[in-house]
């Protein structure tokens, strides 16, 4: 079952990777949100995967049965879901209000904060 | 209908009985304090006038109980409290130990004084989009990071004050900003994000979260990945505190927000990333951090030297001062490079100064261009005659940034030289001294030209003309100026509260035995 999610975060990874290094700030937003969900199925896999074991203790048992399912990594994950939908919503408007007053999703062409031809400082009195 | 158990729960097995004392709220009450305050000031945000009188109040509340943990910390050792009564390592443990109260004080004097510049320099429209509000959240964020003793919850805090920051660094929407915040957005969000892959590793090798813990379990570890973890969490906390290969983001957005949010960015933000570098690689994975020493110590040499030869190209002061951001940074990671107690003393004196320092410098710089009427050193100029008095100041906030005696950038820095030397490291110690030789041609020519040199002819291009004497502005500027000439002539007391801070961080058995007080977890 590990496996498997690996190979599945791992397909995660790479198309995230592969869309994050575009320059139109849109793809790099898609990948950003590739890259959120790839990380909380890590999560998911680095906390043991079991099936139909949930974490309750029956009536009567001091402990949790045997292989029984980790409750954590689904609490990790729940945090890590709402930040990164809240950083996506934010980096959404951004990007949208970027492309409205820059005209331009190309971040090779945002330059206004670092204009290309920014004068030396002066060389002499 | 739960049927009762067959036998009595004992209780003392999972949960602390002992009732917190006063002095363990301490500990919680940073964080609280700001996330409430900043909580008022967004109901009560239509009102902008209760808005500074309330924040500064409260910044200020908190620098008080600051000195308090910290005295706490100092005479006691490391103070734990668990949320929700659980045993560590189960619930959520906030432990502070000297180096997190100090930062905590330190960043909270620097926030104190970014809150008072804001009076002046905020205008109305910034304080309705929320300028206070985001303050109260960013310090509860860095609060929060510096205190607490749960790896998860550090990556919780990393959010709280990267989502404030980035509400701060919008502020106004200007394109130039939107530019700038897209940039700072989409790395700083990767960066936080190879953090929490990191985390999610940690926990598949360790089993917990709790940083004690982690400490305890890690010597008696076999077979575990532990490299490819260190060498992520050092790509994730480099990339915060803008180290060489991964600092883009700073020169491109740090210029772009109001001063006063350049001054809190440049003074806290980085020290953040450099505070959990050095948690974690010094106190969790030391062996590791013994074999990554090499690759830290040539990032730290190339962060120093680069940056000082950026600061050298820059013809706007704010990018000018970014890059002595940068360049402060580098002077840490050479410390976490060397790992002596002497080098890790030095990197967090180093740390303490830099808060102080690179908030005052902008709020310098921010000053310097409302007198002379210009951002840049080409058009501004004229400043020692119009204001002789803050010309004074800035000097000396100039060359105390450079490291020069007699303030406060000078220590540290001696200390990294001697522990580099040391250890036989004559390339770091190199790098320390020319990367402060170049810093300190480029801040003396700030001083020549925005200064010195009379006025330049020109229309000025600074979003507010020159004013008068403005105590919201000048204030700050004179109260962190004394607190770095205080530190830099008599610094036996923070060189003493940093090896203190180091040696806890070396050997971590005390934080340990804060938060398992019986010495060993259940």
Redesign the interface.
Known sequence: MEAVFSVLVAAFFSAAIYL?LSKH?VR?LLG?AI??NA?NL??F???RLTREVPPIIG??L?SLPAGAANP??QA?IL??IV??F??FA??LT??Y??YQ??GTDN?DE?????PKD?????LG? | MATPSSTPVDLSAAFVMAAPTAGDWLVILPPALMITVGAVLVMVRHRIRLHAPIAIASLGFLVFLDMLLLWKVAVEGPVTMTMGRWLPPFGISFTVDVFGALLALVSAIAALAAGIAAASDVNDSGRRYGFYPFLMLLMAGVSGAFLTGDIFNLYVWFEVLLISSFGLLILGSERQQIDGALKYGILNLLGTTFFLIAVAYLYAIFGTLNMADIAMRVGSLQGAPLMTLSALFVLAFAMKAAAFPVNFWLPASYHTPRITVSALFGGLLTKVGIYALMRVMIMLFPLQREELSLVIGIVAVLTMVLSAIGMLAQNDLRRLVGYAVIAGIGNMLAGVAIGSLAGVSGAIFYALHSIIAMTALYLVVGRAAAISGSWTLEGGGGIYRLAPGFAFLSLAMLLAVAGLPPFSGLWPKIMLVKASLDIGAWWLAAGILVSGFLSTIALGRVFLFAYWRPQAAQTPDAPYGPSAMDWPSLGPIIGLTLLVTAFGLFPEGVIRLSETAAAGLLDPSRYIGSVFATGGAP
């Open positions: 994050i700030s790099m950003i890259l959120g990380v890590l999560i896999t680095g906390g009536a009567g001091d954590l990594p990790l945090t890590a930040i990164s809240s950083f934010f980096l951004l990007t209000r970027a007053e820059l971040t945002m330059r206004l904060a670092e920014d004068p030396m400082p002066p009195y």
